[in-house]
């Protein structure tokens, strides 16, 4: 059974664990330092803001990952949003997990439009975003600097209606703490 249950204070050093492996935070755009006080502080952040919100990703109880909803802009019906695993034998799960978060967020909270930002040789999540009906909108050439070398960012979108024309994701639907 899958569940998203909302980020708390209590999953903050094991968010923190994933959030800094290398299998991880190779394909995000930012790196992170492993440091609980700025982790707090980036907690306070998020949890005070109206255009984020975190959850924790549990299957059959035991929590594999992070998935969340940024740059929620409510007049215009538009959000951005991002996942990982962070529990490796959980990662075959990766392909089923999008499909509960967009029944999710497409029905209750009414958006028109999901963004996503795609970096440079994360293959298998733009072959993914495709197959649930995304289109590739655009390239920021040499976007994201790490380690030394700058890499492209695809900039991808996923339409409400898009998304329900598809209609064989219709039946992943399971619960979302509010």
Not at 115 to 138: D, F, P, S
Not at 156 to 172: A, G, P, R, T, V
């Amino acid at each position: 059974m899958i569940r998203f249950i909302k980020l708390r204070e209590e999953h903050l050093q094991q968010v923190l664990e994933w959030r800094t492996q290398e299998d991880v935070t190779k394909f995000m755009n930012t790196d992170i330092e492993k440091d609980m006080d700025k982790q707090r502080a980036w907690f306070r952040r998020i949890s005070n803001s109206k255009n984020n919100v975190y959850w924790i990703i549990e299957i059959k109880e035991n929590p594999i990952g992070v998935i969340s909803l940024n740059n929620i802009d409510f007049e215009n019906k538009r959000t951005s949003w991002g996942f990982y695993i962070g529990e490796e034998k959980y990662r075959l799960y990766g392909g089923i997990i999008p499909p509960y978060f967009y029944n999710y967020i497409f029905s209750s909270f009414d958006f028109h439009k999901i963004t996503a930002e795609v970096l440079e040789g994360n293959h298998n999540v733009m072959k993914l975003n495709i197959m649930h009906g995304y289109r590739v909108v655009g390239v920021y050439k040499d976007h994201i600097l790490k380690n030394g070398s700058y890499f492209d960012l695809n900039l991808l979108e996923l339409l409400k209606d898009d998304w329900l024309k598809l209609n064989k994701f219709q039946k992943y639907v399971c619960e979302f703490e509010e």
